[in-house]
């Protein structure tokens, strides 16, 4: 039997995305951040895996009030699943740099699974992507902005 609802899950990844979408504009992490339970953990293609909230938050700050990646202001989700059974939320989203003045769009796609750990936490995100399309997308970018 789930935990949470479906409902529950939904509401709370739809927060996820609107704390995203406030911090990457104002390059503030720190609403994002709490969004993990203390014992939380974070993977990724590139970067050593965090453990703990604490971890998680000195890790985004650092990595994304740096330049190139505090240029990421945007993060759309394209679609998501929630499994209810399981708590999960898999989704596809979007690194999307900022305009550098030719109009054009410049940004990579990344996969991430969720785990909901109630009361609009989470206790682990595991991002997937290309680090080389990723890479092959900012040096455009850098070329296009001059």
Sequence with gaps: MAKWSREEIEQAFHRYEEAVARCAKAVDWDEWCNLFTEDAEYHDDVWPMRR???????WMRRTFSAYPQNQMREFPTEWY????DRGWVVCEFQNRMV???DGK???QKNYARLKYAGNDKWSFQEDQYNPAAFQSMLQDWLKAKG
């Design 52 to 58: 703990g909230a604490k971890e998680i938050a000195d």
């Design 81 to 84: 699943i929630i499994d209810e």
């Design 105 to 107: 769009i410049y940004q």
């Design 99 to 101: 305009d550098p003045g």
